[in-house]
């Protein structure tokens, strides 16, 4: 089991102050569309930046893990909430993730790696989330090869 703990400090108006073990401290509040300043992170941006960082976490996993050769990976994250019967709730997060890598990799060696699947299945984050997730993939050889989305 792992345990992760952040202490909240409410500092004035809608912003606090988050710490987690030594990490350097982070200003949060409530996003301007609810009365927060322009400027600081909101909860919304960081469960959105959770899923997308946790995504890059697990290729990374994977990619290592299976010997790829990575020379580049962007990612691209949009979180969409909208009011629901249940009150204001995230309906679904499209991450768009580009990844370059050397040139000697075939797409057939791409494709057999399953790393879409796998990140899907394995990024925890994503996984505990009750709004879907929906992952796109590009993996394409730096040669200017053509790439596969996987």
């Not at 606090?16 to 600081?40: K, M, Q, S, T």
């Amino acid at each position: 089991m792992h345990i992760y703990q952040v202490k909240n400090v409410w500092q004035h108006g809608r912003e606090c102050l988050i710490h987690a073990r030594e990490n350097p401290d982070l200003n949060v509040a409530a996003p301007p569309e609810f009365g927060g300043p322009e400027g600081v992170w909101s909860p919304e941006e960081l469960l959105v930046a959770s899923v997308d960082s946790c995504l890059l976490s697990t290729f990374l996993f994977f990619a290592d893990r299976s010997g790829l050769p990575l020379e580049s990976y962007s990612s691209i994250s949009t979180g969409r909430m909208e009011k629901t019967s249940e009150g204001l709730r995230f309906t679904g997060i499209d991450v768009s993730i580009a990844v370059t890598v050397s040139a000697e990799v075939t797409t057939e060696r791409i494709a057999s790696l399953r790393l879409k699947e796998k990140v899907e299945k394995y990024c925890p984050v994503s996984a505990s989330l009750n709004c879907p997730v929906h992952l796109d993939l590009e993996i394409i050889p730096r040669a200017g090869a053509q790439g596969r989305s996987v």
